[in-house]
């Protein structure tokens, strides 16, 4: 299915592109990842969406570190054609990954939230429950974004819709992933039908529609057999 991605998105002229991380785990928590392996534990899914037709453009799983950041933009960049506005959030490996991939060729701004946590979740694992925002501010790192276009809410948004319809990112479940291959293959699958099978109660077009990236809703047989 990531076929689906790799043949029909490329240099695509999208405008506003917005990224952010999913938070998921493989084969058991960090906390049980003795051996420091790069293919279990917490994994992350980078997202990269279109904002005004909520195309999903790219996506890449790993460790929240500078390799799978690097590695995320570097494909994003092969999907995206021209001049156009990202927007990230306030991770610090970003800035360092956007610049050594784009070389201040786009707009780019960072949203950067403070949240508060409460002292008995200090020194514990991580917590299930959203921990409460603060602050938010925004912060132009390169060219010249446009001020009301500088969200992440439309990718925070796309976030949820991947919890509620894949059951492997379901909290608290036994449906997590158990090798990480098999997470991406599940993302893939996931992509291509929000991408060019469901429809989207923001425009009533499926996003690849939307995108002009197609002329009608895909049924899942058309899918399987283009991809």
């Known amino acids: 299915m990531r076929q689906?991605?790799?043949?029909?998105?490329?240099?695509?002229?999208?405008?506003?592109?917005?990224?952010?991380?999913?938070?998921?785990?493989?084969?058991?928590?960090?906390?049980?990842?003795v051996e420091e392996r790069r293919?279990?534990?917490?994994?992350?899914v980078c997202l990269g969406i279109d904002a005004p037709s909520k195309f999903i453009i790219n996506f890449t799983v790993g460790k929240r570190d500078a390799v799978t950041t690097q590695e995320f933009m570097q494909d994003l960049r092969k999907r995206v054609a021209g001049r156009f506005q990202l927007t990230t959030d306030g991770f610090s490996a970003y800035r360092t990954e956007v610049y050594f991939t784009f070389q201040n060729t786009i707009h780019f701004a960072q949203v950067i939230k403070g949240y508060a946590n409460s002292k008995e979740e200090e020194n514990t694992e991580r917590r299930y429950?959203?921990?409460?925002?603060?602050?938010?501010?925004?912060e132009i790192v390169c060219g010249n974004p446009s001020p009301d276009q500088i969200s992440t809410s439309y990718v925070e948004r796309t976030n949820l819709s991947v919890r509620?319809?894949?059951?492997?990112?379901?909290?608290?479940?036994?449906?997590?992933?158990?090798?990480?291959?098999?997470l991406k293959h599940s993302i893939a699958l996931l992509i291509a039908h929000f991408n060019f099978c469901r429809v989207h109660s923001a425009h009533g077009q499926t996003p690849a529609?939307?995108?002009?990236?197609?002329?009608?809703?895909?049924?899942?047989?058309?899918l399987l057999q283009t991809s």
């Open 4 to 33: 689906a991605l790799e043949n029909r998105v490329r240099d695509i002229p999208f405008q506003f592109v917005q990224v952010d991380e999913l938070f998921c785990f493989v084969h058991c928590k960090e906390a049980q990842n």
């Open 39 to 44: 293919d279990i534990g917490t994994q992350y």
């Open 129 to 138: 429950s959203p921990s409460v925002c603060t602050s938010i501010r925004t």
């Open 164 to 182: 509620r319809f894949n059951r492997r990112f379901t909290r608290l479940t036994l449906g997590y992933s158990k090798k990480l291959e098999n």
């Open 209 to 222: 529609m939307a995108a002009g990236l197609a002329d009608h809703v895909r049924t899942i047989e058309e």
